[in-house]
């Protein structure tokens, strides 16, 4: 069956420190794959969008890598603040042009 | 530039009523979807509309759900009769459509749908 699964539901890490997100799916070929942030109580905001064909993407402190042999999606965020504290939601093109999300990944930061 | 809006914001309704929810997607965006998070799941396409026409309608959960996007500008997404397992936050997003290129999805900020 399909699934997209993404690394812990709560993920805690130190001011500073890099975080890394993980998206593994399984029975879906995604000719692209979105990464989302998403605050209590808002929808979800568009980060990144990685093609198939791309093996990386940055943009400012977050960068994304997309390994279609191994199925899976990496998320950083390097020097990380409190303020990227959120929830991260990896999308993944099902076809045309819809998308599947993942259940998400809650960050937080401390100070 | 509006983004996308959703209203109401929340909505209380007894089980049996029926309950419309409406989204304005962002002008000159063709692509209009709506989206569904049950308590402690993800997130769920529902349908997605490209202008007035319905692209892909998989999602929806029943026939109790009936989703019209007249004109190609905003959507409704009515509920009737409501279900108790209907609870949950509905999202509307909409893109660009191009073809062939893929571009980011502009999220409201959803209906919370409580069935009492």
């Known amino acids: 069956s399909q699934k997209i699964e993404q690394n812990s539901e709560a993920l805690n890490i130190q001011e500073g420190k890099t975080a890394t997100l993980t998206c593994n799916y399984t029975?879906?070929?995604?000719?692209?794959l979105q990464w989302y942030r998403q605050d209590p109580g808002r929808g979800p905001v568009f980060l990144l969008l990685i093609r198939e064909n791309e093996k990386e993407k940055r943009k400012e402190r977050l960068k994304v890598t997309f390994d279609t042999t191994l199925k899976q999606s990496l998320f950083h965020i390097t020097a990380s603040q409190p303020a990227d504290s959120a929830t991260y939601l990896c999308a993944l093109e099902d076809y045309g042009q819809n998308f599947v999300f993942g259940p998400g990944t809650r960050l937080s930061v401390l100070p | 530039e509006a983004g996308v809006t959703q209203f109401p914001s929340h909505s209380v309704i007894e089980k049996g009523q029926t309950v419309t929810l409406r989204c304005d997607p962002i002008s000159g965006h063709d692509n209009l979807y709506w989206y569904r998070r049950v308590m402690g799941k993800e997130i769920k396409f529902l349908l997605h509309?490209?202008?007035?026409?319905?692209?892909?309608e998989s999602g929806m959960p029943n026939n109790r759900f009936l989703a019209e996007r007249t004109g190609g500008t905003y959507s409704t997404l009515k509920v009737q009769p409501a279900e108790l397992e209907d609870s949950g936050v509905y999202f509307c997003?909409?893109?660009?459509?191009?073809?062939?290129?893929?571009?980011?999805?502009?999220f409201g900020q959803g209906t919370r749908l409580t069935v009492v």
């Open positions: 029975n879906y070929s995604p000719a692209y």
């Open positions: 997003a909409s893109s660009h459509f191009l073809t062939g290129v893929h571009t980011e999805a502009f």
């Open positions: 509309f490209v202008k007035e026409s319905k692209q892909d």
